[in-house]
Structure formats: structure tokens, C-alpha cells
């Protein structure tokens, strides 16, 4: 049985080695999940990479949705037909669906919904660190935040069985380290539920129209005030105590894994109150642990989400208990949270040595060491190409317009050609609005999967207030960054089944541009051409940039038994240095004074042998 399928057939009791995120795909099979959808995004990525594989075999049905908006829709359909639906996105594909998830939280759901949220706190794969806990207070959600692997799993199920018990959807709540943790975890029984969807509603079930959503708004405070009686008794929730247990700790998520470290380590006698159910919060409980213990820490990563519920409910309930947090800077408000972290924030209230550990390595103080698009990329093509093209068209105060995507690369040398990346589908919102207000050419750059997600709104908008811009659609094949997962493009769909693909030009065309080009980013010589031409466009030109990812490329040359690589003749070679400072393959190098090409790195794209990047024609494929 290969992994996947232990995934999906393990037996209750086997015990097996999973990431948090496989530990909550497992979860899903368990719980009897009939629907799952999702738009890729890190931290979030391996449940939809996990539940793609399996889907056919476990018998329910799997999509990579074009957006987190939508993806949460079709969740929710399946949801008010009776059938176990789970969506799951990274931190700000939230703020995607969020439009969505506001009002589905009014009118409810039959069968079970889960809406996971993976954050991530210290932006390793993300442009903001936004706290997502917010979402289950303004959407009046419950919400589970597990600690591990294991809760992962076992906290899906749970958050189904109370999703069903009040009729709402429930939040799952993760982070990074949860996500990305790998232990042991302990296989349940996967539920048998054969569920005919049925899509029946009395009139006005599910219509969110004023009318109908001020009866709604009273349902919902009410499911919350009866979810809330519910976490108060929920074995979610627990007390351990260390040693005297003198000082009293509230926590949740990762934070209660670095809590508990500093702790042992520390020999610090504490009672800790592990929270797994953060919304609605167990405001007896709170109250309760409060009147127990002198000085209370909240500890939590991120927003004082916790600190400010346990400060309302100290005032609430007359609490005398000395609280310590994030309010009162005691513990830091940005970043991910080590043992160490925490202990040297405690260590200036409570009497703990940490003067002889190494303190925290600040990510400010690490050498730079900035991400490089992978040898033979096609976007390293292209952006030496569109660069070049915008100088030899004299466009030498163009602005350039990024997006979300490996591309977001180019941002750093040699090509910086970002000045601003904002989110999915800004390149061509602000590309747009920088167009208009300061009179300047624009060039906008956006991947095939960003552009399906949020690019075609402001195309439209481009085109129908008339701005002046270029934008260069590089599609790769694939969505690349989260981890080679199809889009709208790609003519497979999330089970691996054959589908027809949606094609960007005729969108294009279709919204009224007929300035659109398709051309091959390898192929220097007539893409560089192409895209001076585009430039010259007075309104809204498309240069869609098309190549598979080079690792696409390599998986069918390996599977071929192919193999090319490049080499530099010396004897040819002028030092002139554009294919190590201009063009910046991570293959090409200075070794000893002459430039050379590491056969290891190598992927034989044969861009750099152009002579638009060697002019002494010095590269060619070896031998
Ligand atoms: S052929 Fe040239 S550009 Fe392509 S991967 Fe090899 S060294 Fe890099
Ligand atoms: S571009 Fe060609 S000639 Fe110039 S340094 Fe590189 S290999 Fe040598």
C-alpha cells in the first residue's frame, strides 16, 4: 500500500507519520467528507494535494476551485444539500471567500461545513500575517484551533459533528507550524455515509435578502450563545497543570506547544488552560481559572485575539487576577512564538534564568539570501525580454505591476521589475489605476492560475475606463508555486480526470482586447519582438507568455530519457558577463575566472545559448 492509500485505507488504531496537513485530508475521510474544495495557497496546500489523490478511490468528490470565493460557494452548496463539505484555504484566501462566508453564516447549513484557515504567522509564504481568528468573531463562527498533528485530525471531526449540531459552518484554524509539523498519529474509523443530496429548502431557507436575514441574525446570536453553553463542557478544552501550578496560563494553537516547552525547560509552576474551542469563548470557564490564579498570561501568536476575550471577561466578572499579554507588551505582537520567546517574555515577571541562552535569531539579522526562479524558468525569459524590450522602446519610466505567483521573483535582482505587488490580481487593478493617474505605461504581470483567480475583473475594468498598459499573462501550465496543482487552463481537472480548458485569449478577446498575442518566452528572438510591439499599443495590450514550468518540462524529459545540458566554450567566451549579471541562471557561475555551467544545475532550456544573452555565442548544448 503506497502512502496515499494508507491515507485514505489505514485501519483505526494504525498509527502513521503525518504532516498536520495530511493529518487533516485523513481527517476529512474520517469525518465521511462528500465535498472538498480549495484554492492552493501554502500553508494550506498539502490537504488538497492529499485529497486530489485520493478522492476517486474514497469515493467523494474533490476541486481546485478558481478562487477561495468560489471554491467556499460550491462548499456551501453541498453543505445546504445534506452533504459533508470541507473548503480550506491559506490566511488571506479568506478574504476571498469572506464575502461568501458572511452571509452563509446568517442562513446555515444541513450536512456539516468546515472552513479551514491555514495562517501564517512570520509571512513565510505569505505578504501579510494577518490573525484569520478574527473571521469566527465577525462571522459569529465557532471555531477549533488544534496544536498538532493529531488534534488536526481529530478536531476536523469534531468541528462536522458540531457544524451539524447547530446548523453552522465551523472554522478550523491553523498556522504554519501546525500545518507543517510532522508526528505520529493515530488512525480513527472513517464514517459510512451515504448521503443523496438533497437540495429542498422550505421558501426562504437560504435567501439572504433583509427580509429574511433579520430573523436570521437573531438564529445566529442565539446558535452562538447554545455553541458557547457547548464549549464550556467541551473536552476541546483543557487544564494541565506543572508543579504548584502557581501561575496561570491561557493558550491555544502553536503557542501552547512553545508555552509548554518553555515551561519544562524552565521548571515554571503553572496551570495552563489549553483552549481548543476559541470561538465562542467558554466565558464561565475563563472566569472560573481566573479566580484561581494571582497572575494570568495569555499566550498566542499573532493579534491579543484571546487577551482581549479573557481582559472582557475579567471585567465582566469582577476578576481580581493580575492579566499579562500582548495589550501590556508583554509578549511580543508580530511573529511566530518559540520556547524561547515565550521564556524571555515571562522572564520579566516571573524569577526564570534565560540570561545564558542564545536569544532568538531575528530573521532581520539573517544573511539575505533571496529566493531565485528555478534554472531554465520561463519567467526569467520573459522578464529579461520585457525589460529589454521596454528599453529599446524608450519606455524608460514604465512602471511595473506584479502579482502572487513564482514570478513574484522577478521583485528581486536582477530584474527588479516589481514596484508594486499587493494581492491576487493586483498587477492589473493597481497596474491600471497607476496607469490613469499618473499618465505613465504600465506593464502588469500575472500567472495563468492568479489570472483565473482575480485577474479578469480588472481587465475588464482596464479596458472599459480606457487605461494604458501592457499586461503579460505568464502561463506556465500550472499553478507552480503551491505545488504544481491544475487551474482553468489546464486540461485536468482535481481527480485527475480529462477536461476541456478554458482559454485565456478568447477571455481576453472576449472583454474586448484585440491587441492580444500568444508567444514562447524561450524563443527570444521572436518574443522580444512581440513584446516591443505590444508596447506600442495606446489602450490595453496582452502578451500571454507561454511555457510549461521547467519542472513540468523536466518530469516528461526524465520520463522520455532525455537529458541536455549546456556548456560555455571558453576559448569563445568575452567575459562580457550578461548571462551571470543580466540574465542570472542559478546554473551559470564564475568558477576560477571563466564562466562555467554546473551540469547538476542545468536543464537545458537553452535560453542563455540566445544571442540575445551570449552575443560571442559562446554557449551550446554539450555533448
Ligand atoms: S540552458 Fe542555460 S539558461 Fe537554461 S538552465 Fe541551462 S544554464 Fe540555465
Ligand atoms: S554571455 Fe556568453 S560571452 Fe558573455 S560571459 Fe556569458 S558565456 Fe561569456
Known sequence: MNRMDRILNGLPGDVMFLLGNEAIARGAIEAGVGFATTYPGTPSSE????????????????????????????????????VRSFVFMKHV??????????????????GGMVIMTADDPSMFSSQNEQDNRHYAELAHLPMLEPSNPQEAKDFVIRAFEISEKFRMPVILRTTTRVSHQRTQVKLGSRSVRVVDAKFDPAKGDFVTLPSSSMGFKSELIEKMELARQYCEKTDLNRTETHGSGKYGFITSGEAYNCLTDAIRKHSIDASVYKIGMTSPLPEEEIASFLSLHESVFVVEELDPYLESGVRRIAQMHSSTARIYGKIDGIFPASFEYSPEVVASSLSGIINIEVGNESPPVSVADLPKRPPVLCPGCPHRATYYAVRRAARMSGLSDVIYSSDIGCYSLGTYEPFEMADVLLEMGSSIGVGSGLSKVTGRHVIAFIGDSTFYHAGIPPLINAVRNGSRMTVVIMDNDITAMTGQQTNPGVPYDGMGQPVKPVSMEAIVRAVGIDNVVVADPYDLKSFLPTVMKALKSEGVSVVIARRECAILRDREMQRKGERVVYAVDSGKCGLCMNCVENFSCPAISIQEGKIAISPDLCDGCGVCAEPIVCPFRAIAAGE
Not at 489523490?53 to 452548496?77: C, D, H, I, L, P
Not at 484566501?93 to 444541513?110: K, L
Request: charged share 20%; net charge neutral; hydrophobic share 50%.
Open 93 to 110: 484566501g479568506m478574504n476571498v471567500a469572506a464575502d461568501a462566508i458572511m452571509s452563509m453564516s446568517y442562513a446555515g447549513v444541513r
Open 47 to 82: 490537504v488538497g494535494d492529499t485529497l486530489s489523490k485520493v478522492a476517486r478511490k474514497g469515493g467523494f468528490y474533490f476541486e481546485f476551485s478558481v478562487n477561495e470565493k468560489v471554491a467556499t460557494e460550491m462548499a456551501y452548496a453541498a453543505a445546504i444539500s445534506g
